[in-house]
């Protein structure tokens, strides 16, 4: 069956970095796009990057261009998203989906999430 699970969540002082790690397996990685959203406390779920099943295309949320890049590996079944100069304001669960199109939004399979907290 299809498996998502996120890794490399934490603690991390504002300015600070991280890296998520996505392994997936259960399907052919390399057929499929795939995405990284978040949800803030009290908020809804939204969109953060996503990545081609190539990976020559990527997209990502105003809020985090320039500061985020989404990258994978398919010979490891794994996309990355590292997060720089991090805000209070990145605060979220983190999850990596698989993106049903590149072209779109919707995800037919999710991550259990990791969480991010940036504080001092």
């Known amino acids: 069956q299809v498996q998502l699970v996120e890794s490399g969540g934490g603690l991390v002082q504002p300015g600070g970095s991280l890296r998520l790690s996505c392994a997936a397996s259960?399907?052919?990685?390399?057929?499929?796009?795939m995405g990284w959203f978040r949800q803030a406390p009290g908020k809804e779920r939204e969109f953060v990057s996503k990545i081609r099943w190539n990976g020559y295309l990527t997209y990502s949320a105003n809020s985090v261009k320039g500061r985020f890049t989404v990258s994978r590996d398919n010979a490891k079944d794994t996309v990355y998203l590292q997060m720089n100069s991090l805000l209070p304001e990145d605060t979220a669960v983190y999850y990596c989906?698989?993106?049903?199109?590149?072209?779109?939004?919707?995800?037919?399979?999710w991550g259990q999430g990791t969480q991010v907290t940036v504080s001092s």
């Open positions: 989906a698989r993106l049903t199109s590149y072209n779109g939004y919707e995800c037919d399979y």
């Open positions: 259960g399907f052919t990685f390399s057929d499929y796009a």
